[in-house]
């Protein structure tokens, strides 16, 4: 006890006692044991965060929101990453749900029946990030997948491109809804044509956007623009342009998705629908806390918005 009351309220105890309890520590290489804690204090200061990539610059920018946002609580973020399995995502909401964590945050709307129940019985606040939705389990903070896709087809449309092609790889869910708000915008211009959706089931990369490029030249010869899955593919479409001697815009329109820093230094530079990435992350984990702090949360729908970078790709010159 007297131990325990030394790590956690040290004001407590003498400082003679503290100073050999903390040799000891030392001495012993003692580390707390966060799950006795829990059993303790019914919940962890953990809290879980899925995401379906590590190594994808995009979800790296939404954790340093998180972190960002953890502020100067005790809270610790423990990540797993789901690799874009929904077989894994369960299988790690069941693991952390075991530790008892002070809160979960899981990327998207699209978990299985099984995980939505794993997660509204958690019995700690559960935040969908990357999106929006209308049945979110308890929190959700994003923006309309949907709506991106509209308005990259519509900008492209504007400019007077008719044969606008969607390319992607690994599409999961949020790319099909980009897809679908493409291909509304398509159809209501009555030129919605299937040829001009091309993807893939590998994981995106710059290489594979040069691939897809020349899929789907392959298939459709009069493409005239692409509206890209995510920047890399825009990037991989601009490479293979600019090596077919193809100008951009004049005679290829590019648009990209999440707006990284190369599409503002690229030549020539690229359109590219910016999403609030960071502000994602930080939003979410001020979430956390203020559930956790018992603070009335009234908007269980945190709309973010995204803005459409339009840069030279795809303004074609009078």
Not at 2 to 30: F, W
């Amino acid at each position: 006890m007297t131990v325990s009351r030394a790590l956690r309220q040290p004001d407590k105890v003498s400082l003679n006692l503290r100073g050999q309890i903390h040799t000891a520590i030392r001495e012993l290489g003692y580390v707390p044991n966060q799950s006795a804690r829990a059993l303790a204090a019914a919940r962890a200061d953990i809290v879980g965060v899925l995401i379906p990539s590590l190594a994808n610059h995009v979800f790296s920018d939404v954790v340093r929101g998180l972190y960002a946002g953890l502020g100067n609580s005790n809270l610790q973020i423990q990540l797993g990453n789901t690799h874009y399995s929904e077989d894994e995502e369960e299988r790690l909401v069941r693991l952390f749900a075991r530790q008892r964590p002070s809160a979960l945050v899981v990327s998207g709307i699209d978990q299985t029946d099984t995980t939505r129940l794993l997660l509204s019985e958690a019995g700690c606040p559960v935040i969908q990030i990357m999106e929006i939705g209308n049945d979110p389990i308890d929190l959700v903070v994003g923006f309309s997948q949907v709506d991106c896709g509209r308005v990259a087809a519509e900008h492209l449309l504007e400019q007077g491109y008719r044969r606008i092609a969607f390319i992607a790889a690994r599409v999961d869910p949020r790319a099909q809804r980009r897809l679908d708000g493409y291909w509304a915008a398509m159809k209501r211009a009555g030129l919605d044509d299937p040829n001009l959706i091309v993807t893939s089931a590998v994981p995106t990369s710059v290489s594979e956007g040069r691939v897809l490029f020349r899929d789907a030249l392959e298939r459709v010869p009069d493409i005239d623009a692409f509206f890209c899955g995510n920047d890399d593919i825009a990037l991989g479409v601009l490479f293979e342009c600019n090596r077919a001697g193809m100008a951009v815009p004049e005679r290829m329109g590019i648009v990209g998705f999440n707006d990284i820093e190369m599409m503002a230094i690229a030549y020539p530079t690229v359109t590219s629908v910016r999403t609030p990435r960071f502000e994602i992350g930080r939003r979410a984990m001020n979430l956390v806390r203020a559930a956790l702090s018992g603070t009335l949360i009234e908007e269980r729908v945190v709309d973010l918005g995204f803005e459409l970078q339009v840069r030279e790709s795809s303004l074609r010159r009078p």
